[in-house]
Nanobody, 124 residues
Framework: QVQLVESGGGLVQAGGSLRLSCAAS????????MGWFRQAPGKEREFVAA????????YVANSVKGRFTISRDNAKNTVYLQMNSLKPEDTAVYYC?????????????????WGQGTQVTVSS
């Protein structure tokens, strides 16, 4: 069992930056691939970024490429999402998720564990 807790959300002006963190419980964090998803009001949850267990492979959605970066620190059981040049359309609840493999990383159903989410609001 893995429990995930996100933090770091908040209100920021357009063009600003935030770093989200997702802390995981359990000793097997380093064996999980990790993903970030987001859900804006009235919209479906969408993939944002993912990292393999080692952090050696990462992938980000085209909508955030060049602005968002995913990283992880297995010693701290934490995965991060650095968000720069934020836009109002980035406003959403951001969720981290974990899967036991590195497969279909953009697909929600491939993830076994989910956090409760953290709100990010970008004002124009």
């Amino acid at each position: 069992q893995v429990q995930l807790v996100e933090s770091g959300g908040g209100l920021v002006q357009a063009g600003g930056s935030l770093r989200l963190s997702c802390a995981a419980s359990g000793r097997t964090f380093s064996s999980f691939s990790m993903g970030w998803f987001r859900q804006a009001p009235g919209k479906e949850r969408e993939f944002v970024a993912a990292s393999s267990w080692s952090g050696g492979d990462t992938y980000v959605a085209n909508s955030v490429k060049g602005r968002f970066t995913i990283s992880r620190d297995n010693a701290k059981n934490t995965v991060y999402l650095q968000m720069n040049s934020l836009k109002p359309e980035d406003t959403a609840v951001y969720y981290c998720a974990a899967q036991k493999k590195w497969a279909n990383i953009v697909t929600m159903s491939e993830y076994d564990y989910w956090g409760q989410g953290t709100q990010v609001t970008v004002s124009s």
